[in-house]
Structure formats: structure tokens, C-alpha cells
């Protein structure tokens, strides 16, 4: 087997970037080690375009339970299944990362595949992004990387910041603070976040922080490329022939403001779109269908971009800083319910419904480190067709982005989830999305907030998101978006997903189509951001101030007795009667926790 390993002291361990022949049929692989967990990352571009109007990117993230050295499953099924929603995540991370340095009217498909070969004392993540850019960047796959990531933690009453910390090193609800966070040339290109209302300088203090470490991992990768990356294949922008030019500025450019300045939505883009398609296929019946529609899109971008940057002009006529129209209502759908909630910004309309469960209710969850947990608090996300206004498959399951919008909701919320001590219930959420015109993903943080509240849950605080957009030139040149939707949402240069309490933040995302953002415009979209949670949450609160004194009467009851542990399973209660006595005469589900804990369901 051929083999060159480069290595990298980081964080008090060694990084190393082994490549070898074992992929030899990919374009690029390599293998990522740090401590004993080692991922191999393979980057593959197909041999022929592919009739769309998009670039065809493909990211999948493998694991499987031998990287832990476990055997999981079921009884009679011992072969992994569909990913879990970790793996998709993980996934996810990477596509968000690498997907807006490619040229995207690239036509040719690109896959990139990420498979956790061991798992031990760190989560794959930081090194899955790594070795995708590493793979993606020493090919013949042209890419305008490479890209760096870091995972920066902070323990609660903490003042230090952790680089890469282990598993052990970040237990469950002992952090105040996760993010993982990628980027190039001192800029950022993608966030995760999990926090426990930090303030927004303390963000900004870690994506400083972090951004040393993003150019150290960088530089180690140029080096790299510089010695065995390949040559690129090159794949020149095709441009409209003369005469099609003509016939789109005749029929297009003259009608473009009209269209896109009209109000919400993209009703008038579309058409516009449909009647310059036609005019296309009637005059010229032989030519490029798609490269007709991206020069559409690509005339509207810039033209979004400019009217907004040089006359701070939005499609729907609104202020820079200002939101849409908001509504609020808890309760009131049905009794049957634990809870419910529902919000409006906008056209984009959520509904959450609470469901409380007994501490068996609770999911059981397989991790890919090994280990079993119980998850008490669940969100879940879903997003059907009728939504946007149109017709499709229902049904269906969960796609990624589903589970991507649904995990950052609940990263959101968790922050202001009563323990188990004070509150012993399981709690699920989900989150209906009934409307959508721009970051339904906030919208349904705060419509579970509101069905948390309805549902008498003893939350630390409420709860609201917001979507900050950005129109972007250059770093002295910009216009900062908030509430996006339609138009902005999809041509925009950012998507910056911040929710929180008034206290201070509890998720954010970040996703852009630029190479990068400045830390100094991500710290101005936080404040930014701020003032429009504040003006949610006072919206919310006008439709429920705090949590209902009772839980609903449909929702099961809960007993919970303390007893000294030499003493489980023999007497508890003042009437002397057994556990297996009490489960028999009430048919209850009984949960006995190691401390002497006992809850009756």
C-alpha cells in the first residue's frame, strides 16, 4: 500500500493526514487521525454534466457502530439502518462548509463521502470537515478551498475556552457553550451553535478565538497542496449566444424590478421566469434550457444585491432592520392536546403541538461512541409540500433538511428545559410548518415556545429565533437583513439563524453562498438580531406571559418518591405496599433511578 502521512501538533494532540491508495478509484481520499479516531473522507466528480440548473453536490456521512467497537441492534437485526439524525448532522456540517466554494454553474456531479473508520475519545465532525476539504483540495476537482474547523466549548462558570474537547470533556448539561465553526482567510463560512444564553460579545470572543485555530489547520493544509495537490480540471462559464442575449434583454431585464419589487414572495419572479422560458423555447427550440434559467437567477441576484446594497431596497418594501407582521396565540386548538402553539412572521405560519410522556417515554438512543443514552426532551420538524404551494409526496419520512431544522430548534430550546428533578415528564415537540416564506426553522422555536408555556412546562424562559440575511460587495460594502424571506433567503450572501432568551443567545446556524464573513459583520447581524428577538418575545409574552400553573389533565400523572437505595424494590410509600404491589393494583409504569429515585407514571 502506498502512503505519505503529514502531521500537525493541535490542541495537545497530533492531527495527521495520512493518503493512500486504499480509495485508489476515487479522484482524492485521505484519512484524518486525531487520538485514536480516524476518519476516511473520499471526493469523486462524475464524467459528464448533468442536465439541471443547479450544482449537483452530494455529501453522505457513513457510521457505522464497529468504529466504537460495539455490536448493536436489534434482536434479529444486527445491520445498521438509516442514519441517525447525529450522522445526518455531522453530514450536514460538512455540505454547509464546502458547498459554496465550488463554481456553481459546475455542472458535473461532485460526492463527497465521509466514513468514521474509529471512534474513540473525540466525535468525527471537526475531522470529517477537515478531510473533505484535504480530499476535495489535493484532487483534479476544482474547488476554492481549503477550508479550516475547530469545535470550541466552554464548561458552565468557566472563563476558558476548550479546543476540540473530548467526549468526556463535554458531558451533558455541563457545558454553556458548543460550537463548531469552519472558515477560510480569517473569514467564517459555517456555525453551529448550543449555548446557555451567552451574550453576543462572548460570541464574537469565540469566533476570534476560534479563528486562530481555523488558520493554523489551514496552513497546514496548503502545504499539503502545494506538494501533491493535482491539477484542476477546468470548466468554462458558458454564456447565452448573441441573439438569445438580445431576447433576454428585450423581454427580461426591462421587467425585472416590477417582478422582484412587487411584494413578499417570489410570485412575480416566477412569473416573469415561466414567461421568459417560453419566449426562449419559441425562438430558439435548440438551445440550452438550463444555462437559460441560470442566466434568469444569476440577473436577478445581481440585481437584488445591487438595489439593496446601493438604495437599501427590499422586495416587500421593507426597512433594513424591520420585521414582518407577527401574531402569536397559545393554547386554544383543542383540549386533547398537552399543549399547543401557534406563530406568525409573515407568510411563514407554524404550528407546535406538546406531548408529555411518563420517564419511560423517554428515546433510547444508540450513540456512535458507544454508549446508550436517554433522550427526555425531543423536537421534531416537518415541512409539507403544501407549505410553499406545492404539490408532492407526503408520507414520506424525514429528509435531511428536516432533521437539520428540527435539531436546531431543539438545540435552541434546551437551554430552558426544567431538569428531570423539577419536571420528570419527557417532552416532545413538533413543529408543523403550514406557511413558508423565509426561516421556518425560528419561526417553530417560537411556536414551541408558546406550546411549552400553554402546556404548563416550567421553562427558565421564552424563547424566540430570527433569520439575518446579508447583501454583500465587499467587507466596506454590504447591507445586513433582518427577518429574510423569498428573494433574500434564496439569493442572499447569508443565512444567520440566531435564537435565544432576552438573557442572551441559545443556538445559532450560519450558512452562506459567499467563501466567507467577516467576524466584524457576523458581531453587527448578532446585535442586529437582538433587537428583532426582543420585539418576538414581547409578542409572545402578549399572547401568554408564563407557563400555565397546571399541566393538562390528558397528560399522564406522575408520582415521585425518594427512598434510600438499600431499600428499592422493597417498601415504599406510607402504605407498605411493594413496587411489584403497586404496579399490579394500578397498572402504573414504575422507573427506578440509581439514587432511590422512584417515579410512578
Known amino acids: ?51 439541471s440548473d443547479y450544482f449537483p453536490l452530494t455529501v453522505d456521512n457513513e457510521e457505522k ?71 476535495i483540495a489535493t484532487s483534479d476537482i476544482p474547488w476554492h478551498g481549503p477550508v479550516g474547523a475547530v469545535r470550541v466549548a466552554r464548561k458552565r462558570g468557566s472563563k476558558e475556552w476548550l479546543v476540540n474537547p473530548s467526549f468526556a470533556e463535554r458531558p451533558d448539561g455541563e457545558l454553556d457553550f458548543d460550537m463548531v465553526v469552519c472558515g477560510k482567510d480569517g473569514n467564517i463560512n459555517m456555525i453551529e451553535v448550543e449555548a446557555g444564553e451567552v451574550k453576543e460579545s462572548e460570541m ?40 438569445e442575449t438580445a431576447l433576454f434583454n428585450e423581454h427580461v431585464t426591462p421587467n425585472l424590478d416590477k417582478a422582484m419589487f412587487s411584494g413578499a414572495g417570489k410570485i412575480g419572479i416566477y412569473a416573469l421566469k415561466d414567461s421568459w422560458m417560453e419566449k426562449f423555447k419559441e425562438k430558439f427550440p435548440e ?74 417515554d423517554s428515546q433510547t438512543i444508540d450513540s456512535i461512541d458507544g454508549t446508550e443514552k436517554q433522550k427526555r426532551f425531543m423536537h421534531h420538524y416537518n415541512f409539507p409540500p403544501f407549505s410553499v404551494g406545492e404539490v408532492g409526496r407526503m408520507g414520506g419520512g424525514t429528509n435531511r433538511r428536516m432533521v437539520g431544522h428540527g435539531m436546531l430548534a431543539e438545540k435552541s430550546l434546551r437551554a430552558v428545559i426544567p431538569s428531570k428533578e423539577i419536571f420528570p415528564y419527557t417532552i416532545r415537540l413538533v413543529s408543523e410548518t403550514l406557511s413558508s416564506n423565509g426561516s421556518s426553522s425560528m419561526g417553530s422555536v417560537c411556536a414551541s415556545t408558546l406550546a411549552l408555556m400553554d402546556g404548563g412546562v416550567p421553562i427558565k424562559a421564552p424563547v424566540a429565533g430570527i433569520a439575518m440575511g446579508l447583501m454583500y460587495e465587499n467587507d466596506n460594502k454590504y447591507k445586513i437583513l433582518t427577518d429574510i424571506q423569498g428573494p433574500e433567503d434564496e439569493h442572499g450572501d447569508m443565512d444567520f439563524k440566531v435564537a435565544g432568551t432576552k438573557n442572551g443567545v441559545t443556538g445559532v446556524q450560519l450558512d452562506v453562498k459567499v467563501s466567507g464573513v467577516s467576524i466584524k459583520i457576523l458581531s453587527e447581524a448578532l446585535e442586529q438580531a437582538k433587537l428583532a428577538r426582543l420585539e418576538i418575545l414581547d409578542t409572545l409574552a ?60
Open 65 to 135: 457502530f464497529y468504529a466504537s467497537g460495539v455490536i448493536r441492534g436489534s434482536q434479529y437485526v444486527r445491520r445498521e439502518g438509516r442514519p441517525g439524525d447525529d450522522s445526518i448532522i455531522r453530514g450536514r456540517i460538512v455540505d454547509r462548509t464546502v458547498r459554496p466554494l465550488f463554481d456553481q454553474h459546475i455542472r458535473r456531479e461532485v460526492q463527497v463521502v465521509v466514513i468514521a473508520l474509529a471512534i474513540d475519545e473525540h466525535d468525527t465532525d471537526i475531522f470529517a470537515v477537515i478531510g473533505a476539504s484535504l480530499a
Open 542 to 601: 402578549r399572547a401568554i406571559e408564563k407557563p400555565r400553573e397546571k399541566i393538562s389533565p390528558r397528560a399522564p400523572e406522575i408520582v415521585v418518591l425518594r427512598i434510600k437505595p438499600d431499600q428499592i424494590g422493597l417498601i415504599i410509600g406510607s402504605g407498605g405496599k411493594t413496587i411489584n404491589e403497586i404496579r399490579e393494583l394500578t397498572e402504573s409504569e414504575i422507573d427506578i433511578e440509581d439514587d432511590g429515585t422512584v417515579y410512578i407514571t
Open 287 to 360: 438551445g440550452k434550457k438550463n444555462l437559460a434559467e441560470s442566466i434568469f437567477e444569476e440577473a436577478v441576484n445581481d440585481y437584488l444585491h445591487s438595489e439593496a446594497i446601493e438604495k437599501s431596497r427590499r422586495p416587500d418594501n421593507r426597512k433594513m432592520d424591520e420585521l414582518r407582521g407577527l401574531f402569536a396565540k397559545a393554547g386554544e386548538v383543542s383540549l386533547v392536546l398537552h399543549g399547543s402553539g401557534i406563530f406568525y412572521r409573515g407568510e411563514t405560519h407554524m404550528f407546535s403541538a406538546l406531548t408529555l410522556g411518563g420517564p419511560k
Open 1 to 51: 500500500m502506498k502512503s505519505k502521512t503529514y502531521s500537525l501538533p493541535w490542541a495537545g494532540k497530533t492531527l495527521t493526514a495520512e493518503f493512500t491508495d486504499l480509495a485508489g478509484q476515487a479522484n482524492c481520499s485521505v484519512i484524518i487521525r486525531f487520538g485514536n479516531t480516524a476518519v476516511l473522507t473520499t471526493a469523486v466528480m462524475g464524467k459528464h454534466d448533468k442536465e
Open 204 to 243: 464574537a470572543e469565540a469566533l476570534e478565538f476560534a479563528k486562530m485555530h481555523i488558520a493554523l489547520v489551514e496552513d497546514f493544509q496548503k502545504k499539503i497542496i502545494a506538494e501533491i495537490g493535482k491539477v484542476k480540471q477546468e470548466f468554462p462559464k458558458i454564456d447565452l449566444e448573441t441573439g
